[in-house]
């Protein structure tokens, strides 16, 4: 049986920034990959009403689905409304449970905005409450009885609210999926004029290439990565577990700057 993995990042594109190359990996590793934007991203734009860009921003997201080959599931929350409500902790917790994954991958839980902290907050404890016979998810959903070993990705930027540098637990080296990578974020066509006006973004598609290869200089020896921070394991699966990391060992530098590495 295949490695179940489920991204489940933040608005669409996030997914492609921050986790898509080690995507690209574990699909090449015969991974089974779940695609999942839980914010429709519905005010990103200045261009379209509400509802118009909620359906462009979805259909992009299903195209980087089908690039990458993954499930594609569509978003349970709304632009700027994500909070660590009971809700939408409930609702995510029936994805996890009808995904079943192995490996959950998160956005960060420390970055500029509160949807990608918040979305990080409510996917681990989805993931927590997986197996809860008592906790009933919208909808409602069978337990699941399975260990799961969440992961989150780098902050956007690579630093926190307060501009402090995130530094990962191990890098991952992206260099032969790196095109991939560019060409799955370039089916967000929505994004690039709305990113150049709101952030002063010139270049939507060199970013990426700029901080994956920033990420690849901290490492002190690929020339592209992502970065990986592994989530306490307590209520989730062993101690010791630590799927992505053997799945990609051939392609991982640890960080030996934190001090469980060493």
């Known amino acids: 049986m295949s490695t179940c993995v489920f991204a489940f990042g933040c608005h669409p594109d996030d997914i492609e920034f ?5 995507l690209f990996l574990l699909k090449e ?38 690039f990458l080959g993954a499930v594609f599931h569509e978003s349970i929350f709304k632009d700027m409304e994500v909070f660590y409500s009971d809700e939408l902790i409930r609702k995510a ?7 079943k994954p192995d490996i959950m991958l998160l956005t960060s839980l420390e970055d500029y905005m509160e949807d990608h902290m918040n979305a990080a907050r409510i996917g681990y404890t989805a993931a927590f409450c997986r197996g809860m016979t008592n906790y009933i998810s919208i909808p409602e959903r069978e337990p699941v009885m399975k260990d799961v070993a969440v992961y989150h990705a780098m902050p956007y930027g690579l630093f926190d609210a307060m501009r402090n540098p995130v530094e990962p ?28 006006e709101s952030q002063g973004m010139d270049a939507y598609l060199d ?5 994956s290869g920033e990420m690849g ?8 990565a992502e970065g990986w921070r592994r989530h306490n394991c307590l209520g989730l699966c062993r101690q010791d577990a630590d799927p992505l990391g053997d799945i990609l060992r051939e392609y991982i530098k640890h960080n030996d700057a934190k001090e469980f590495n060493k």
Not at 94 to 99: D, L, N, Q, S, T
Not at 207 to 211: A, I, R, S, Y
Not at 217 to 224: A, C, I, L, T, Y
């Open 207 to 211: 970013t990426l290439t700029e901080m």
């Open 169 to 196: 637990d191990y890098y991952i080296n992206i260099e032969s999926v790196i095109n991939k990578k560019r060409q799955m974020l370039a089916l967000h066509e929505s994004q690039k004029r709305w990113l150049d």
């Open 18 to 22: 921050m986790m898509g190359g080690t």
């Open 29 to 66: 590793k015969g991974a089974e990959i779940h695609y999942m934007n839980p914010v429709d991203g519905s005010l990103g734009t200045t261009q379209y009403p509400r509802e118009k860009i909620a359906f462009l921003r979805r259909e992009e997201g299903k195209k980087a689905a089908d």
């Open 217 to 224: 200089r901290m490492s002190g020896e690929f020339r592209f």
């Open 93 to 99: 917790t029936a994805k996890v449970r009808e995904v």
